[in-house]
């Protein structure tokens, strides 16, 4: 049986007060609508459609081929909305799982549950509904005495009594595909001037079908996203999950609500995560590691072990047992062997370090490859761009670079060479002599040449 997700997304999102259209806003580094597209993807194993409106272009840059587009053009009102998707599924698909691009918290498994639960009923459709406190603008489930569903009333339309209701419609349904097309037809212009998908529960009422509603367990999946007061709230709710989850499979933290985790995020084991700490992207952390506190991670791999305080890595590879800060910075290409030492102020570009090169103080390492055991006296700078162009620097095994030494690149230190402090290193070192001196000239020639 062939179920299909239509996402609604072609509302304005007035209320953001925003250039940016409101399902493109980051949540946990991720768009609004990015959540809505998965889990409906993933229930029902197609490709979605979006209906879009306005500023589309843009969306459809974020999202690409993820899923298919159709425009509705005024926006004049959810059942409007799903109507602009009759051309692309009309004869295509059994079942019509409808839902909303702002509604990021909603699992697969709920979205399943309606699908399920239409699957096995022979009315046109089945709802989902939820029941809070704060009604904030849901529509009103009005059932007979029975429990039959016989309508849903917007809040604007309900009548005090009808307010009381605290059945409220979550705006996700599953049609069968069959009935839908034709019952769309017959939806009438509100008050408001808006086509409301609402108006299908009365509809089929009339020819005496039966419409199902499901009742949520996990009415916090439903927040709908309006504001970034309820973006702010969404944000709390995800964080809880995904760090529940990496709780759960073995990852300490001392203040879960400090700790901000975006969903591709990876952790092994054992890794103890201290407060205010960001870890974005497509990160994967080993087992064992000491992470924060005040530390931002993005885009990097870390292995076992390893100790990183107060820090932001881009796009950097860490090994094992390594050292990191604080207030040290890793950017893009920047990648730590076994046993690397980088304490405090120090920042390394596009540059590789050896197992066990120690760099402890207020260093800059750019466009650069270290071997192994080399150590950087403080205050170290590869001058790597000489204003045009950047440059390398090769640096060999177990040499000592002293403090404040400037490495003019292109430059090369060979193996066991050693430099003096405040030297200004133009030229290449031989291997096993030392440079001192600016221009930094070799004092000591090496021994077996
Ligand atoms: C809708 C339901 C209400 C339900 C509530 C849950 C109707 C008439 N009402 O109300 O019963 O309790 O959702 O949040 O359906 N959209 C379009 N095009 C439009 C209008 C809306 O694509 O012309 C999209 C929006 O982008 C959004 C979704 O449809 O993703 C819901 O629209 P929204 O305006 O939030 O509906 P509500 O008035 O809140
Ligand atoms: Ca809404």
Redesign the pocket.
């Known amino acids: 049986m062939k179920i299909t997700p239509v996402i609604?997304?072609?509302?304005k999102g007035t209320r953001m007060n925003s250039k940016l259209p409101k399902v493109l806003h980051p949540l946990l580094g991720k768009p609004l609508v990015q959540y809505a597209l998965d889990a409906a993807s993933t229930a029902a194993g197609e490709k979605p459609v979006l209906?879009v409106?306005h500023e589309s272009e843009l969306i459809r840059e974020t999202l690409g081929d993820q899923c298919r587009y159709v425009v509705?053009e005024p926006?004049?009102?959810?059942g409007?909305?799903l109507k602009q998707a009759e051309s692309l599924l009309r004869d295509q698909t059994d079942l019509v799982l409808v839902t909303?691009?702002?509604m990021p918290l909603i699992r697969p498994g709920t979205l399943q549950k309606l699908v399920k639960t239409q699957q096995g009923h022979d009315g046109p459709f089945t709802m989902l509904t939820l029941s809070v406190d704060d009604p904030r603008?849901?529509?009103r489930v009005i059932r007979d005495q029975g429990g039959s569903v016989l309508a849903?009333v917007?809040e604007k339309q309900a009548t005090e009594e009808q307010l009381a209701v605290k059945e409220?419609?979550?705006?996700m349904y599953c049609f069968s595909a069959d009935w839908l097309w034709g019952a769309l037809e017959r939806v009438e212009l509100s008050p408001q001037g808006?086509y409301?998908?609402?108006d299908l529960v009365e509809i089929a009422v009339k020819d005496n079908q039966k419409v199902k509603a499901v009742l949520t367990e996990q009415p916090a999946e439903l927040i709908?996203v309006?504001t970034r007061v309820h973006l702010a709230e969404a944000v709390k709710v995800l964080q809880g999950r995904i760090n529940e989850e990496l709780m759960t499979s073995g990852v300490s933290m001392v203040d879960p609500g400090s700790v901000y985790i975006e969903p591709g995020v990876k952790i092994g084991r054992d890794t103890l995560i201290l407060p205010h700490t960001h870890i974005q992207g497509e990160t994967v952390i080993g087992e064992g590691n000491l992470v924060g506190p005040n530390t931002m991670i993005r885009n990097s791999v870390i292995g076992n072990d390893c100790e990183i305080q107060f820090s932001v890595l881009e796009q950097a590879t860490v090994e094992d047992r390594v050292d990191v800060g604080p207030f040290s910075h890793l950017r893009s290409g920047a990648h730590l062997a076994d046993d690397v030492h980088l304490g405090n102020f120090g920042e390394v570009k596009n540059s590789s370090l050896g197992k066990g090169t120690k760099m402890g103080h207020f260093s800059y390492l750019g466009d650069a490859v270290l071997g192994e055991g080399v150590n950087i006296g403080a205050g170290t700078i590869t001058c790597n761009y000489d204003g045009k162009e950047k440059h390398s620097t090769r640096i060999g095994d177990r040499v000592f670079v002293g403090s404040d030494t400037m490495l003019v690149a292109p430059v090369e230190l060979g193996n066991d060479s050693r430099t003096g402090a405040g030297s200004v290193v133009t030229k290449d070192v031989s291997p096993g002599a030392l440079a001192v001196g600016v221009p930094a000239r070799e004092i000591k020639k090496p021994q077996n040449k």
Request: net charge negative.
């Open positions: 609604l997304a072609a509302g209906v409106g509705q926006q004049l009102g959810t409007h909305a909303n691009a702002d603008g849901f529509g849903i917007e409220l419609n979550a705006s808006e409301y998908l609402t709908g309006n």
